[in-house]
């Protein structure tokens, strides 16, 4: 599946969007792109996972924002629906967040979620 405008089923915002082309850049990768997924472990029972990916696989879905390119798989888009991938900055570091209206509960770290 791939798709170039951002569903409804999941989004990446400008913010975030710009902080992956800054960590490409730097990383010496320009042209990557990001793969968003979800595994089972963490804390709370599934785990988000960030990686620069050099391209998707042919099921994947592939949103572009401000020009940079995220995979998604699709058992990941599963418990990814309805989220949006966020840049976040705060006094105790800067991250990527993903907002997960699915999520009943998280861990303090914010990568392992739970849903019901």
Same mark, same amino acid.
Request: glycine letters at 12%.
């Given at each position: 599946?791939?798709?170039?405008? !951002? %569903? *409804?089923?999941?989004?990446?915002? %400008? ?5 992956? *082309? ?30 620069? !990916?050099?391209?998707?696989? %042919? ?21 990814? *629906? ?18 997960? %209206?699915? *999520? ?13």
């Amino acid at each position: 599946m791939s798709d170039t405008a !951002a %569903p *409804a089923s999941f989004r990446v915002t %400008p913010r975030a969007a710009a902080e992956i *082309a800054d960590i490409a850049r730097r990383e010496g990768r320009a042209g990557a792109g990001f793969r968003v997924s979800v595994s089972a472990g963490g804390c709370s029972g599934f785990q988000y996972g960030f990686e620069l !990916a050099e391209a998707g696989a %042919p099921d994947d879905l592939v949103i572009e924002e401000s020009g940079v390119r995220v995979f998604v798989d699709p058992v990941s888009l599963d418990l990814l *629906a309805g989220s949006a991938l966020e840049w976040n900055e705060a006094l105790i570091g800067a991250h990527f967040v993903v907002r997960n %209206p699915q *999520a009943v509960s998280g861990c303090g770290c914010g990568a392992s979620f739970a849903i019901a």
